[in-house]
């Protein structure tokens, strides 16, 4: 079992920046593929990026390129995501979601990709 816990929501202006992190426990972080996704009141949770277990490949949404960066510190069993240049719609709760990997053909932005998921943080850009 893998803990996911998010931090560094909160309050921002529209063209501000705000940087979440993940922090996950376990020894195997490295071989987890992890992903954010965001749910805003009456929407599907949508997937937002993803960054492979070595942190080599990414991979985002395109309403988000170009503004917001995945990475990872595997020594420090955390992922972060950058989010710059803010936008209203942007507002959402923020989920971070670690994929064990395995054999699937699951599209890596479906949720049911993810086997553990963190309790979410709120992020709201105001205009």
């Known amino acids: 079992q893998v803990q996911l816990v998010e931090s560094g929501g909160g309050l921002v202006q529209a063209g501000g920046s705000l940087r979440l992190s993940c922090a996950a426990s376990g020894r195997t972080f490295s071989s987890y593929a992890m992903g954010w996704f965001r749910q805003a009141p009456g929407k599907e949770r949508e997937f937002v990026a993803r960054?492979?277990?070595?942190?080599?490949?990414?991979s985002y949404t395109d309403s988000v390129k170009g503004r917001f960066t995945i990475s990872r510190d595997n020594a420090k069993n955390t992922v972060y995501l950058q989010m710059n240049s803010l936008k209203p719609e942007d507002t959402a709760v923020y989920y971070c979601?670690?994929?064990?990997?395995?054999?699937?053909?699951?599209?890596?932005?479906?949720?049911?990709?993810?086997?553990?998921w963190g309790q979410g943080t709120q992020v709201t850009v105001s205009s």
């Open positions: 979601a670690a994929d064990r990997g395995g054999p699937t053909r699951v599209l890596i932005t479906a949720t049911s990709r993810y086997d553990y």
């Open positions: 960054i492979s277990g070595s942190g080599m490949v990414t």
